[in-house]
């Protein structure tokens, strides 16, 4: 980061692999999937190495060719198996005592993400980290197409609530890095979650392992 990006006035956070540690269901959820369709199963660091935007060409990249069940279908039966497994994950360590710091700083705090709002809204009340978040939004659908469109008008909606604004966007996949430069922000991403480090590293951008390397880039960033 340089010197002109220090002291942002707001952070968006990414949720599913940011905030949250679903890497593991997401991939076991998959394999189901997979299973379904007779092909063969992804271990959790090919889950990593394969993952992308929008989530149709992962499915693809994964083996599925959509001749027996379409797209719609599978990314329905995962979802719904996601839903009923969840509250078997937890947030990252570290997570919600960093949201808790930067709240007491000061720091505006947004979440973005591809998950379908209601689900998110839910979610995040059962987790009691709804009050750190200023905005909330997620898709109106469970197949997870992007959120570049959502992340222009949260920047617009920033932007526009008074002076000019500095904003950081914390994700965990190279889709995060792109929806930022879209809205002209900078951007950390974290190798702990959907993608893996070497395919983040060659952004060049910060890449934090956990939250405490999370905290050190921040504090070199005057956060």
């Known amino acids: 980061m340089n010197q002109t990006s220090l002291n942002y006035n707001h952070i968006i956070w990414d949720w599913n692999g940011t905030l949250f540690n679903d890497v593991e269901l997401c991939a076991n959820v998959m394999n189901l999937l997979l299973e379904q369709e007779s092909l063969p199963n992804i271990?959790?660091?090919?889950?990593?190495?394969?993952?992308?935007?929008?989530v149709v060409d992962y499915y693809?990249?994964?083996?599925?060719?959509?001749?027996?069940?379409?797209?719609?279908?599978?990314?329905?039966?995962?979802?719904?198996?996601?839903?009923l497994q969840k509250y078997n994950c937890d947030l990252f360590s570290g997570a919600k005592t960093l949201l808790a710091?930067?709240?007491?700083?000061?720091?505006?705090?947004h979440l973005l993400s591809a998950y379908e709002q209601n689900s998110l809204n839910t979610i995040l009340k059962n987790f009691a980290i709804s009050d750190f978040f200023q905005n909330i939004i997620g898709l109106d659908n469970i197949y997870a197409s992007g959120k570049s469109h959502l992340a222009k008008k949260l920047a617009?909606?920033?932007?526009?609530?008074?002076?000019?604004?500095?904003?950081?966007?914390?994700?965990?996949?190279?889709?995060?890095?792109?929806?930022?430069?879209?809205?002209?922000?900078?951007c950390i991403l974290m190798s702990?979650?959907?993608?893996?480090?070497?395919?983040?590293?060659?952004?060049?951008?910060?890449?934090a392992k956990d939250f405490n390397e999370l905290k050190n880039i921040l504090k070199e960033a005057n956060i």
Not at 192 to 207: A, M, S, T, Y
């Open 43 to 54: 271990s959790i660091q090919k889950y990593k190495e394969i993952f992308t935007f929008p």
């Open 192 to 207: 702990h979650g959907h993608q893996d480090e070497e395919r983040l590293l060659k952004l060049g951008i910060p890449v």
């Open 156 to 186: 617009e909606k920033i932007h526009n609530n008074g002076t000019a604004r500095r904003i950081l966007l914390i994700g965990d996949t190279i889709h995060d890095y792109e929806v930022a430069e879209e809205i002209n922000s900078d």
């Open 101 to 109: 710091e930067l709240q007491s700083r000061n720091v505006n705090q």
């Open 60 to 83: 693809k990249i994964a083996g599925h060719t959509f001749e027996k069940n379409s797209f719609e279908v599978l990314g329905k039966q995962f979802m719904d198996e996601y839903e």
